[in-house]
């Protein structure tokens, strides 16, 4: 059944690469006795200012990797190995603007540790991450997600511990994740060694080949701009927010507020990671039937997503309650809400791009994506030096909702998508669940429980009524 490999495949994506970043969440009572808005504020804006570069980290070459695996299936690993090579080449030349940059960016609080810091981030893009980076878009799109959630979650378990560690035991404060993310990174790598250069032999192909090279970057770069946008949505509102000389503590408590409106994120892309080959296996159908279950699959995901920020952020004061053992961090449960509520969008955002990047209309991408990290970051530069950390919050919401549906209004979008969408009534949908959701978020706990539980019901009722189509979907 299509619909139980989603969410099967989901779990898995969401237990194995995304086990660090939930990991963290179950450690936070632990750490945030160790932590001040400070060694928040540090590490939020070293890590935006990283965010920034990493859009560029593979040239955009994932998506060549995408068709080029679908499209040639006895000649992919050809055309990989010579990804392999250029990515390599590119490292190089990365690693350098990357060091160059946190030289001179590094917080004042942290440049006594500025050149361990800067290791700490220039080593792993150098020499761990093309490997780590082809491995893991191997395994996605031959749909093999057991071994990347089992290496990810040993690695999982060995960042819990390291965050205790360094952050509890040795009270290294913000360097704590640093070092844990770099010895993790560099395990992760080992673990990827022996499938990319012998197990699959997708080994770089040492020849450099002009021709292939600009027709390959004439497809490739356009999606840039389209990375950039996790960058200009998630993390500039606190490179903004250093720029215009905000407190280091204020941009500490929006970065843990935005740091659960992350966990919304990576549920977000572990789903995501999962129904991307499978829209892609549908799109190279080329049938009405396939793209009728695209639609419906997305519709249901789209419900499902709004129902899971609407129950986390009902209950949002409790997991702060909970959680942080910070009395200065746990009062940003409101900004919390407003975040969690954006990433609602994912289920549209994927059909959308996802039918881009198959058709090949990779240079419509800016149209969604960059523009609305742009207008993020005119709306953050113009709002926040009037209204503080909360006003960031609204326009990375509006942002967020902009991204997740204006590629249905794309005119190239309903030339190749050949069945209607309704991306006007779920942008109301959300808005009105957001609105609801911040009016309730201090009634008492009773209350909560009821809205839960009707929420919940009404779902199951949504579900039974299209049991039909969810038990009969299947790839055509």
């Known amino acids: 059944m299509l619909i139980k490999k989603i969410f099967s495949d989901s779990l898995i994506y969401s237990v194995g690469p995304q086990i660090p970043k939930i990991a963290s969440l179950f450690v936070l009572p632990i750490i945030t006795r160790y932590l001040t808005s400070t060694d928040y504020g540090i590490a939020g804006v070293i890590l935006a200012y990283t965010s920034f570069l990493s859009a560029m980290s593979d040239l955009g070459f994932s998506v060549l990797m995408m068709n080029s695996f679908y499209n040639y299936k006895l000649k992919w690993k050809h055309y990989w190995r010579q990804y392999h090579y250029y990515l390599s080449l590119w490292a190089i030349f990365y690693s350098f603007i990357l060091g160059t940059v946190l030289f001179f960016i590094m917080p004042e609080e942290a440049v006594k540790m500025k050149y361990f810091i800067i290791g700490l981030f220039v080593i792993p893009s150098l020499v761990f991450n093309v490997t780590t980076i082809i491995a893991t878009r191997y395994y996605q799109y031959s749909s093999k997600p057991v071994f990347i959630s089992t290496v990810s979650a040993v690695i999982g378990v060995i960042s819990i511990i390291l965050n205790l560690y360094t952050i509890a035991y040795l009270k290294m404060g913000y360097l704590g994740w640093f070092v844990s ?27 450099f080949r002009k021709t292939f090279l600009l027709k390959s970057l004439r497809i490739s770069l356009p999606v840039i701009p ?33 740091t659960f409106g992350s966990y919304m994120e990576f549920f977000g892309n572990a789903v995501g990671i999962a129904v991307g080959p499978i829209y892609t296996s549908l799109f190279s159908s080329k049938s009405k039937e396939a793209a009728i279950t695209v639609k419906f699959i997305t519709n249901f995901l789209q419900v499902v997503f709004i129902l899971v920020s609407l129950l986390i952020s009902l209950w949002c004061k409790e997991l702060f309650e909970l959680l942080i053992k ?9 900004i919390a809400i407003i975040i969690i509520m954006g990433y609602a969008y994912r289920p549209y955002y994927w059909t959308a791009i996802t039918r881009l990047q198959y058709s090949e209309n990779t240079n419509q991408l800016w149209k969604i994506t960059f523009l609305s990290g742009v207008l993020n970051v005119v709306l953050n530069l113009f709002f926040i030096p009037i209204y503080g950390i909360s006003a960031a919050a609204i326009t990375t919401f509006l942002c967020l909702m902009y991204i997740g549906f204006a590629g249905y209004f794309l005119p190239v979008f309903r030339k190749v998508e050949p069945e209607k969408y309704s991306p006007i009534f779920f942008i109301v949908l959300i808005l009105i669940s957001t609105l ?3 009016a309730l978020k201090d009634i008492n706990i009773l209350l909560k429980l009821l809205i839960s539980l009707a929420l919940l019901f009404s779902f199951i009722g949504y579900s039974y009524i299209n049991k039909f189509k969810l038990f009969n979907l299947k790839l055509q």
């Open 436 to 438: 609801m959701v911040y």
């Open 226 to 258: 389209h990375n950039y946008s996790s960058f200009l949505l998630n993390t500039s509102d606190r490179v903004v927010m250093d720029r215009l000389n905000v407190n280091i503590s204020k941009i500490g408590e929006y970065n843990l507020a935005y």
């Open 181 to 207: 993310n770099f010895i993790a990174s560099f395990l992760t790598f080992l673990c990827y060694v022996y499938p990319v250069y012998f197990k699959y032999k997708i080994t770089p192909l040492i020849k």
């Open 326 to 334: 910070n009395k200065e961090l746990k009062s940003v449960y409101p």
